[in-house]
């Protein structure tokens, strides 16, 4: 599907973000980004790009200037795109093109945060975009309010996109994610529950020294959150315990599989040798 794109700098333009916004995460969500705020972080520095089919705004990126260890970054605060129009790119064309602004400012990273139960954004940011995880963060917005978290708590992933390497270049150049047929340990087992047919957890292992771990996750993660709020709250606890156990000993995810005939992926998480 053609889409067009283009920096947004008027109040017009920035109203219709906030609708957008609103529109994407729901009745009852309370933490938009305001006019104001978007235009004061696009005069200093943000980037804030829309999406268009004809003149109709269908999605948008929007980061904020950081500092990272003393130098300049993006923080990647907003990717949105009208649920009609999820499953035409637009979402992927977004992220090149910030970070084609961020390189044009001679930025090396832009960072921002995910659910790691939500298994499409995985793909993308993994798959096609390159990223690396290495921190974890506990219900790091506290409370939502969107109808999209059912209360479930706010953990969330840290991506580094770093902008520059090879390993990105060749994601966005298309090359496929490394085959998951390396030695793996398995850091959780899974089955599928005859009831609606869920990926359920079952057991967890945290004391795992192997250099590759797996760690599997189901599909469909919002649909569960909405119709088994109870099974959602089981994996963010089960995914919490190993993911906030292995990066905190050094492990960093590096590789995400997704395997959708089976409703279920897999994250790689690595070791680098003493």
């Known amino acids: 599907m053609p889409f067009t794109f283009k920096d947004l700098t008027t109040i017009a333009e920035f109203a219709d973000v906030v609708k957008i916004e609103r529109e994407i995460w729901g009745p009852g969500y309370d933490d938009v980004v305001p006019v104001p705020i978007l235009a004061v972080t696009v005069q200093r ?9 004809d003149d109709r705004m269908i999605g948008f990126v929007y980061s904020l200037p950081g500092i990272r260890d003393g130098k300049p970054t993006q923080w990647s605060h907003m990717l949105g795109v009208l649920d009609e129009y999820r499953k035409g790119g637009a979402g992927y064309q977004l992220k090149v093109l910030q970070r084609d602004r961020a390189l044009a400012m001679g930025l090396d990273l832009i960072e921002w945060t995910f659910d790691p139960l939500q298994a499409a954004n995985a793909h993308l940011n993994f798959s096609k975009l390159g990223v690396i995880v ?7 917005y506290g409370e939502s309010g969107s109808p999209l978290h059912h ?43 005859k009831k609606e047919n869920w990926l359920e957890p079952i057991d967890v292992n945290v004391s ?5 771990i797996g760690v599997e996750i189901p599909t ?6 909405s119709r088994a ?39 790689l998480l690595i070791r680098e040798a003493s």
């Open 45 to 53: 520095g943000g980037i804030l790009i829309g999406a268009f089919d």
């Open 134 to 140: 290495e921190h974890y963060e506990e219900n790091v």
């Open 151 to 193: 209360g479930n708590p706010t953990d969330r992933f840290i991506a580094e996109w770093w902008i520059r390497t090879s390993h990105v270049a060749r994601r966005l150049a298309g090359s496929a994610p490394m085959a998951p047929v390396l030695t793996v340990e398995p850091a959780n087992r899974t089955r599928t529950a």
């Open 208 to 212: 795992l020294d192997a250099r590759r």
């Open 220 to 225: 469909g993660f919002t649909e569960m959150l």
């Open 229 to 267: 709020p109870e099974l959602a709250l089981e994996w963010r606890q089960t995914t919490r315990r190993i993911f906030a156990t292995y990066l905190a000993r050094g492990y960093r995810v590096v590789e995400f599989f997704l395997d959708r005939a089976n409703r279920k992926g897999t994250y």
